[in-house]
């Protein structure tokens, strides 16, 4: 109801500012290098990154350098790690589902999403969502059913065991948003998180991250909108480390 009447009197003032900002925002490109393999020795892991820019990597020029590429080498020291990167800038929640489906009926999607055959089965998912659905019309409660649809299958058709989910980030301190957009979009995603907290604490199978990383202009990407180089640095060694938490905490079988 506060929503719907927010929106009734910032409505117009919001899309005129959405306008705006996608127009002088920079286009970033998602970045080069391979989005699978395998790496360090030790007990096998199979860890799938998936979802929209952020996962892809979009803010730095490498994939060494983003999310997976972080994951991978913060995880190789202790595990054989056969990875998968499977994202695309731009995807909502929904259209992740999509894309996770067409990638395995069809085991092949074009090279900028998915270099090679997709794996079958992974031990453990990594998961980057919502804020696409931030910025469109989903409500909180329909993207979480959503993101229970997207656990969901990834449990009972890529047998994943543990899922490490990102949350929304705090967009309110987005550089590149103005206000009131800035804080219209901040307020949804709280709202978001709220419910994902809920959604994680009733599914053991499941971490949240804190994504407590500071927002300095300088540790994003030149948009003022996706992480830059320090951000997937910090994120990449949390998400190692809950990975670890979990294996520890429950052996893979052979």
Known sequence: MINTLLMAVLGPVLLGQGIYTRI???KLAEPDGPRAGQAGTGSPLRVL?????????????????????????NLSSDFCVSWQL???????????QTMLSIALETNSLESSTLASPMLERFDVAV??????DVTGRATDQAWLDQVQSLLETLETTFNVRHVVLAPVPPMHAFPALPQPLRWWLGRRAQQFNAGLTRLVNNNPSCTLLPGDFPLDPLMMAEDGFHPGLPIYRLWGQEVAEAIKCWHCQMRIPR
């Open 86 to 96: 499977l994202a695309r800038s731009g995807l909502n929640t929904e259209e992740v």
């Open 49 to 73: 990154i998936l979802g929209d820019s952020a996962a892809a990597g979009v803010g730095v020029q490498r994939q060494d350098d983003a999310l997976s590429g972080h994951v991978v080498r």
């Open 24 to 26: 002088k925002t920079p």
């Open 127 to 132: 998961l980057s969502v919502g804020v696409n």
